[in-house]
């Protein structure tokens, strides 16, 4: 497959339900989410978000709603007529700018048509985007009230008040993280059986090709406390499985409840302990951050998902000196191993980049050599795209565009076909699915394996938001077929192959 757009294989974290395979599609197409609609109740005013990106912005949307929500804003199904529209943004993919700015043309539109009828239409722009070029927002949508940095959003209530008042835009793109995470407020909207909790923002690692340092700043841990107190009210709030968020997750390293600087590997003993959380994960992780003790804590946790997400972005050494990776291709291959040794039956996914400025067909052939002989459950695989302002941009020996489609075709075929022989290889096994909500046919339910695949079953709606043992009875490309056992998980031995 070739195209402009970085091409995206597999599920990954962002869809808790049975969305899975629309939000695929959508991220496809570069579509941006909405929030999640509720009706708005009587007399409130009406809120539309819309989300690009990532799992941390479709978090990071749902924390500017619990903020806006004392204001009397509750989530609209559509921008038009509502009284404010957030678009929430993303950097890292290509076009985000001109996304953005095609989106805005739209919205001025409604914006005129509320102003016509009497009414009055905020209009934000918040994310990475928005970061990077509050300047050139304002400067080409004038009719814009807000530009909000990733870190401003505890601020929202107040700029909200100054831009109703302001002629001008309000722009805010310059807080500290530390300041955005102590003055939210609780979340409050339910997530359901899978939530997501951002515990780690922002990156020191100045990878060559990307703009998340630039855009969302230097790293930042959130205290221990806070974020265990957070996955608490998610857990009464009916959540089984927590998936810890940050662009470097594994690089946490917080303020323990006990006064010490913890890591992640004791943050998820921690989490562990917390009655009714049946399941954790963390994504996205850095290579270089994959320390014994998190490696050790695969084996040690049982609530710890048997799926890791860690992107190696290339197979080359020549490549991962030249993206700054600070790891090589064998350093790659021993953590896998090693995670492997701690427990048995972890899946791998990873990113990969195709064609980053000076990649040889000698470095390509070792990409995919190292995808041969890891093995991906899954993966997302990228066609290098410049980013302004970064090393990898205005780097010599950019690799011609044609030569990089065929280069992501061969990387996306084997990845494919990988993720096909996965899926297949869990038939016949027995083993534990968090059902996350109804099916898309009648009598069906929708679930999540260990191995983060979507899994659909014929059950009954009662056991949403349960830890169900089943049999894998059919593999799909992008999803499983299953028959429910009966009897509580942990009855069935796990991973046991079925009686032919
Ligand atoms: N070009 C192509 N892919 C990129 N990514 C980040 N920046 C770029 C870029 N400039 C990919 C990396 C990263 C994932 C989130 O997006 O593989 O891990
Ligand atoms: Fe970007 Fe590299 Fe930081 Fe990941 S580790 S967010 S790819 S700079």
């Known amino acids: 497959m070739t195209t402009e757009m970085p091409t995206i294989m597999g599920t990954d974290l962002r869809t808790p339900q049975a969305a899975e395979a629309a939000d695929a599609a959508r991220r496809q197409s570069g579509e941006p989410s909405g929030l999640r609609p509720r009706p708005a109740p009587e007399g409130m005013k009406r809120l539309f978000v819309k989300t690009w990106g990532c799992q941390m912005n479709v978090y990071d949307s749902g924390r500017m709603a619990d903020v806006l929500a004392p204001l009397g804003y509750a989530p609209a199904e559509t921008a038009e007529g509502a009284d404010m529209v957030i678009l929430n943004t993303c950097h890292i993919r290509e076009k985000a700018a001109e996304k953005l700015f095609s989106e805005l043309g739209r919205l001025r539109a409604a ?23 509050g300047a050139e927002i304002t400067a080409r949508a004038p009719y814009v009230d807000i530009v909000l940095g990733p870190q401003g959003y505890h601020r929202l209530p107040e700029m909200v008040a100054r831009a109703t008042r302001a002629a001008g835009a309000v722009i805010e793109t310059d807080f500290p993280a530390e300041q955005k995470f102590d003055h939210l407020p609780e979340a409050s909207a339910p ?8 515990i780690q923002e922002g990156c020191d690692k100045f990878c060559s090709f990307c703009v998340v340092p630039y855009t969302r700043g230097a790293e930042y841990s959130r205290p221990a406390a806070a974020v265990i107190a957070e996955a608490r009210r998610l857990v009464a709030q009916g959540a089984r499985e927590i998936a810890l968020l940050g662009q470097n997750v594994n690089a946490w390293h917080g303020e323990g409840t006990d006064g010490a600087t913890w890591n992640l590997a004791r943050l998820l003993h921690a989490l562990a302990e917390i009655p009714d959380l049946a399941r954790l994960r963390y994504t996205t992780s850095h290579p270089r951050d994959m320390d014994e003790a998190l490696i050790a ?26 993206m700054n990776r600070g790891h090589t291709a064998d350093a790659f291959r021993r953590i896998a191993d090693r995670l492997r040794a701690a427990r048995a039956d972890l899946a791998l996914s990873s990113d990969f980049i195709a064609g980053h400025p000076g990649e040889t067909a000698q470095d390509h052939a070792a990409t995919l050599k190292l995808i041969e002989e890891i093995g991906f459950a899954q993966a997302f695989s990228f066609k290098y795209s410049p980013r302004p302002g970064t090393p990898a941009a205005t780097a010599p020996l950019q690799v011609p565009e044609a030569e990089k489609d065929r280069r992501l075709h061969e990387i996306q075929s084997l990845l494919r076909d990988q993720q096909e022989r996965f899926n297949r290889s869990r038939e016949g096994i027995r083993c534990d699915i968090l059902v996350t909500g109804l ?19 014929e059950a009954p709606a009662a056991l949403i938001g349960q830890v169900v043992a089943c049999e894998i009875t059919e593999a799909h490309p992008n ?22």
Do not use: N, Y
């Open 479 to 500: 999803s499983l077929a299953a028959r429910i056992l009966g009897g509580a998980a942990g009855d069935h031995p796990r991973e046991e192959k079925a009686a032919a």
């Open 191 to 198: 997530q359901g059986p899978i939530a997501f909790l951002t």
């Open 297 to 322: 804590a695969h084996g040690a946790i049982p609530q710890l998902m048997p799926f890791l997400h860690l992107p190696v972005q290339s197979g080359s050494d020549r490549v991962l000196r030249a």
């Open 111 to 133: 914006k005129q048509a509320k102003e016509a009828a009497g009414g009055r239409m905020v209009l934000a722009v918040a994310g990475c985007v928005a970061q990077a070029e």
């Open 439 to 457: 099916g898309r046919h009648p009598g069906q339910v929708a679930a999540r394996s260990p191995w983060l695949q979507p899994v659909h079953a």
